[in-house]
């Protein structure tokens, strides 16, 4: 008895330890969240100030209003990066859905010479950082031309998009769970009369949701908040995008936080609704892969 | 319908592993064939070699009066029902079946009419609406079967479809295939490596082994006739008993059968045409059901191994004496039995017994 007793008893100690550690990686993560959002609320800049030296950051306390939403608005051009954001990160992450797919669907399932030594390249470039490709990549960019006879990509959406398309772990994602696929799907379409880009369009994609979901998430992710880049290849305010237009706080002074607060808030939605939108593939996807979100 | 004709087709893959290595046969149009062999004798590959999923090395394939070596899947008017059933999950059941007719042009109110009849001919019309995931597996079957019938194929390929139904449903969509071929009169060509389906399916067996077709023909005539070793022991069941052993004929009109130099079966010489008057090894065959046994009595002497009761009959394997050969004898259940352990004397029905050369030939 007293055996069963000391059983239950070390149980209940691990699940309350399971459940502390979970409370203290939850609070890891929300409270950065929760101090962006309830500091943007915050319109006084001294209490705010004098709130950051305590808990009270991560409440709201003290003068509340959207004061600050107003300012970010008049003095940033919050909209047209909002926008500019919107479009380079939606452009990027569509087209590198197709594109990634459709190669790790040629590596998965046809075969070709240099297939492999393809592949190998592939995955090897996963582990090349961008900051490595960086200069060699805008030295690049700015000699290229474009539709309209000029010269150079720079201050362009071209710039901030067609070099992202192109994705090594987005096709090594698709390239994994497309060899996973039982074969007998495409050859039972193949039966039906259907070409290889009408398998692709009409079983592989439709079967993809899982890995098209965590691509799409992990692409916007990086995009979205990218500023190396923008800070690279754009001057002036017609194609900055919402980190590069974040950066005008910090060329003032004093810095007003309240503002940047509420610019970040603001940035940061989007990022929260998408992954909202595919939390339930990207989870099923980030578990059936092994691979962690 | 079309007939299916097969001239010297070779399949070497890369690497040169000759897989299929001169296969000759014809299937005519409305004919039920169904090649059966073993694990890796090349029967799934000539099949998909019909379908178009596989190149042909060597050979000419023809579908009807067509040489269709180099056509498309789709153009050879062939019809393939997967082992895996291979439907496509995202898609309900009348989505599966019409994707064929709605890729190929056919209007939405044509591909619905052709779905419904269809379902209506394998009974699934009340699932045309679910996935496949809701489905069970002899559901997924007929979806499967569905789906190559609305395509009004010239020749429907099965490969192994019924390898992955438990034993009850078998036996039913076994009966379901019959009567679906008496229905459409379409040529149809089976693969299995289950000696039954082949049996009570095929109109004809072409049994394959190691990329050659041992022997074609229906599927009682190559049971009583097999032409060698490999072809009796793959027909039957439990497969026929295979004695190694030294035959000389006595002057009283019968051989003596020596499978150790002490055990000796006698049989009347007028069943051995294929044996020559002189005396040489070669191979007895004997059905499990043609053997019987007794305590003692003439036959060969041997141990019991294993009894396994099967309710309407048993199946009894004994070590024949002086051998490592084992024998297995089918008798009806009668309530009389032996024990392991125990000596008996097994014989056969006169004129039941096979002879193969030393070639494991027939005759």
């Known amino acids: 008895m007293s055996q069963q007793k000391s059983q239950r008893q070390q149980q209940r100690l691990a699940k309350l330890l399971q459940y502390a550690l979970h409370i203290v990686l939850c609070a890891f993560f929300i409270f950065p969240l929760l101090f962006m959002f309830v500091s943007a609320f915050k319109s006084d800049e001294a209490q705010l100030l004098r709130d950051m030296a305590s808990l009270s950051a991560f409440w709201p306390s003290g003068e509340l209003s959207l004061k600050n939403f107003s300012q970010v608005f008049e003095r940033t051009p919050f909209a047209r990066a909002f926008l500019n954001s919107l479009f380079t990160v939606g452009m990027t992450v569509v087209l590198g859905i197709f594109v990634n797919s459709m190669m790790a669907y040629a590596l998965a399932r046809f ?6 030594i393809l592949l190998s390249v592939v995955i090897a470039l996963i582990i090349i950082p961008f900051e490595a490709v960086a200069v060699p990549l805008l030295l690049l960019a700015n000699q290229l031309p474009w539709f309209d006879g000029t010269l150079g990509w720079l201050d362009s959406y071209q710039v901030q998009i067609i070099p992202f398309i192109a994705n090594a772990f987005s096709v090594y994602l698709f390239y994994q769970f497309f060899i996973a696929l039982p074969k007998d799907l495409e050859e039972a379409a193949l039966m039906d009369g259907a070409s290889l880009w009408r398998i692709y369009w009409s079983i592989l994609l439709p079967l993809s949701k899982p890995v098209i979901a965590t691509v799409a998430v992990l692409q916007f992710l990086g995009r979205w908040g990218d500023l190396l880049w923008p800070v690279m290849v754009v001057r002036g305010d017609t194609f900055a995008t919402l980190p590069l237009a974040m950066q005008t706080f910090f060329g003032q002074f004093p810095r007003q936080w309240g503002d940047v607060m509420a610019f970040a808030a603001m940035a940061t939605l989007p990022t929260l609704l998408v992954f909202l939108v595919f939390q339930r593939w990207f989870v099923r996807s980030a578990i059936s892969s092994g691979i962690k979100g | 319908m079309a007939s299916v004709t097969l001239n010297n087709i070779q399949k070497v893959y890369e690497g040169g592993v000759h897989v299929i290595k001169g296969v000759n046969l014809k299937i005519a149009d409305g004919e039920f064939m169904v090649f059966v062999g073993p694990s890796g004798c090349g029967k799934s590959t000539m099949m998909r070699m019909i379908a178009g999923l ?21 153009e050879r008017k062939v019809a393939m ?38 379902a209506e001919i394998l009974q699934i019309t009340h699932l045309l609406d679910r996935k496949p995931k809701a489905l069970s597996g ?52 089976y693969v299995t490596h289950d000696q039954t389906e082949a049996m009570t399916l095929g109109d004809r067996i072409a049994v394959f082994n190691k990329g050659y077709i041992e022997q074609v023909g229906a599927p009682m005539e190559m049971y009583a006739a097999p032409d060698n070793t490999f072809v009796a022991a793959f027909l039957g069941s439990p497969k026929m008993n295979l004695l190694p052993c030294h035959v000389s004929a006595a002057d009283d009109g019968h051989l003596h059968f020596h499978v150790a130099e002490a055990n000796v079966l006698v049989q009347p010489a007028a069943g051995f045409a294929s044996f020559g008057a002189k005396p040489r090894k070669m191979t007895l065959g004997i059905r499990p059901e043609a053997m019987s046994w007794s305590f003692q009595g003439e036959g060969l002497r041997a141990t019991v191994q294993i009894i396994e009761r099967l309710g309407d009959v048993q199946l009894i394997y004994a070590q024949l004496a002086g051998t490592d050969s084992a024998v297995c004898v089918k008798v009806a259940e009668t309530g ?10 097994v014989s056969a029905a006169p004129g039941a017994c096979y002879l193969f050369n030393e070639d494991g030939k027939a005759g």
């Open chain 1, 111 to 116: 075969h070709f010479k240099g297939r492999e």
């Open chain 2, 54 to 74: 596989e190149t042909i090395t060597e050979g000419e394939l023809r579908i009807g009066d067509r040489v269709a070596n180099d056509l498309p899947p789709v």
């Open chain 2, 81 to 118: 029902v997967f082992q895996s059933y291979a439907l496509y999950p995202h898609m309900s059941v009348e989505e599966n079946m019409g994707f064929g007719l709605k890729i190929n042009g056919m209007s939405a109110a044509e591909v619905r009419a052709q779905v419904g009849k269809a």
């Open chain 2, 138 to 189: 002899g559901q997924r079957q007929r979806v499967a079967i569905g789906r190559a019938i609305v395509r009004k194929p010239d020749v429907f390929l099965f490969d192994e479809p019924l390898s992955n139904l438990d034993a009850g449903l078998r036996v039913q969509m076994r009966v379901e295939l019959s009567n679906l071929h008496r229905e459409l009169g379409a040529t149809m060509i």
């Open chain 2, 336 to 345: 009389k039995t032996c024990e392991v352990g125990q000596s008996i004397v």
